[in-house]
């Protein structure tokens, strides 16, 4: 699907006799029956997605592999289950993520729990379920979990997530390996830590992790960091830590459709894990890959429908029913997404931005994009937005989530109702 500029190939959103198509579920049919806007996922691309990074991290090792699916790209139930079914883990990173985890059918023992703000009650939890580690960012907090273990009369299960300042070259709100970000340890400090771990009762060190950010477009960085990674774990195992595992993070990219350059294929990713590893000297973990965009992303659109054309100060202005409040990527990053007529008019392209109908000037899907010709009640597809979408919507304007659909061939099916107005005030007392 590509008759528009900046749009990405798709096997899964295609053009059949002019309308698009998911699967084989034409997108007006959806629109008709569930009215816009809504989320509308691609049950095969999820499977394809999954075994692409399955098979690059066959070239990346050997050894056992746990793909920890990051929940926070996209938490909805029947994705976890899908991605449960094919043998996925989780990353976690808060207790309502651990319960959506638990709740889909994935094992306790495939949850790796991350995140620099664990609430002591959370990390109670987690213990008490029997997770496979707790990613400990900070030195506080390694105190707290030492503590909850003590209570219990039972080692906590941990990893050590270090810092390995390594610029991953991508947007500053996503990358995360720089030694001024807020996540993981220091190299020194977790140095200093390391022998009151292995020393202590209460704390295992089965692991070691890093993650140096999002939407990589090289794999260089990543090597370099599994070299500093796997260097830091032979160092774990000389002091006497039974390490079982390394997690490499996540990063794999998606293509949104803008991009100058193609993103390299996952199997370079794989090849630059595998070379980290030999040049830190350390093969012969278990590796752990957390994955999320690159699983759900591409996988997802936002169908929303056009309410006004409107010519103002000499441009064009899309305003549809879909707002910052199901999208907020582009408001927030500046974050680009493909957008499209579901179906094609005839006539010539002009510029358009494409803005909802909250009452700010900062929510829009597009600024000075190539259109058609475009009338009121066309439906137009954002593409590229099945992570970290609904997941970071909000219910501004007292607009109610938008409802979501996993489509499977010609077949789809509700996987969460559009919220009722009614939800946005309960709870409330006046």
């Known amino acids: 699907m590509s008759e528009l500029s900046g749009v990405p190939a798709s096997d899964v959103f295609v053009r059949k006799g002019g309308v698009l198509h998911v699967e084989g579920v034409p997108l007006p049919a959806l629109a008709e029956e569930l009215d816009t806007p809504t989320w509308v996922y691609a049950g095969s691309r999820i499977d394809a997605a999954y075994r692409g990074v399955a098979e690059a991290m066959k070239q990346a090792t050997d050894r056992d592999v746990l793909i920890a699916y990051a929940i926070k790209a996209n938490a909805n139930l029947a994705i976890l289950k899908r991605l449960a079914e094919a043998g996925c883990g989780a990353d976690i990173v808060s207790r309502g993520e651990l319960r959506r985890a638990l709740t889909a059918g994935i094992a306790p023992e495939k949850i790796v729990y991350s995140g620099v703000g664990k609430r002591r009650d959370e990390i109670r939890e987690a213990l008490e379920v029997g997770i496979r580690a707790i990613h400990v960012e900070s030195e506080p907090e390694l105190a707290v979990v030492a503590e909850e273990a003590a209570a219990r009369g039972e080692p906590a299960r941990i990893a050590l997530r270090v810092n390995p300042d390594v610029d991953p070259k991508t947007h500053p709100y996503i990358a995360t390996g720089l030694h001024d970000t807020k996540f993981g340890l220091e190299l020194d400090v977790a140095r200093r830590l390391l022998p009151g771990i292995v020393e202590s009762p209460h704390l295992v060190l089965e692991g070691v992790a890093?993650?140096?950010?999002?939407?990589?477009?090289?794999?260089?960085?990543?090597?370099?960091?599994?070299?500093?990674?796997?260097?830091?774990?032979?160092?774990?195992?000389?002091?006497?830590?039974?390490?079982?595992?390394?997690?490499?993070?996540?990063?794999?990219?998606?293509?949104?459709?803008?991009?100058?350059?193609?993103?390299?294929?996952?199997?370079?990713?794989?090849?630059?894990?595998?070379?980290?590893?030999?040049?830190?000297?350390?093969?012969?973990?278990?590796?752990?890959?957390?994955?999320?965009?690159?699983?759900?992303?591409?996988?997802?659109?936002?169908?929303?429908?056009?309410?006004?054309?409107?010519?103002?100060?000499?441009?064009?202005?899309?305003?549809?029913?879909?707002?910052?409040?199901?999208?907020?990527?582009?408001?927030?990053?500046?974050?680009?997404?493909?957008?499209?007529?579901?179906?094609?008019?005839?006539?010539?392209?002009?510029?358009?931005?494409?803005?909802?109908?909250?009452?700010?000037?900062?929510?829009?899907?597009?600024?000075?994009?190539?259109?058609?010709?475009?009338?009121?009640?066309?439906?137009?597809?954002?593409?590229?937005?099945?992570?970290?979408?609904?997941?970071?919507?909000?219910?501004?304007?007292?607009?109610?989530?938008?409802?979501?659909?996993?489509?499977?061939?010609?077949?789809?099916?509700?996987?969460?109702?559009?919220?009722?107005l009614e939800s946005l005030w309960a709870g409330e007392s006046f």
């Open 210 to 420: 890093c993650h140096i950010g999002s939407q990589l477009d090289s794999p260089q960085p990543l090597q370099e960091a599994i070299a500093i990674l796997a260097r830091f774990a032979k160092e774990c195992l000389e002091a006497g830590a039974p390490l079982k595992s390394i997690d490499v993070g996540g990063g794999w990219p998606m293509h949104y459709g803008h991009e100058q350059h193609p993103y390299p294929p996952a199997g370079a990713f794989g090849e630059a894990i595998r070379a980290g590893l030999e040049e830190g000297g350390c093969t012969e973990l278990d590796l752990i890959t957390e994955p999320g965009r690159a699983l759900v992303g591409d996988a997802g659109a936002l169908l929303t429908r056009v309410l006004f054309v409107k010519e103002q100060a000499g441009k064009r202005f899309l305003i549809v029913d879909g707002a910052m409040t199901e999208l907020i990527r582009p408001a927030l990053y500046g974050a680009y997404h493909a957008i499209v007529p579901v179906t094609l008019r005839e006539g010539p392209l002009r510029p358009a931005d494409v803005v909802g109908p909250v009452c700010e000037s900062g929510d829009f899907f597009a600024h000075g994009r190539l259109f058609p010709p475009v009338e009121p009640g066309d439906l137009v597809a954002v593409l590229g937005a099945g992570a970290y979408g609904r997941e970071m919507a909000s219910t501004y304007n007292a607009r109610p989530p938008a409802a979501e659909v996993l489509v499977e061939g010609e077949r789809w099916r509700v996987v969460r109702e559009r919220a009722p």
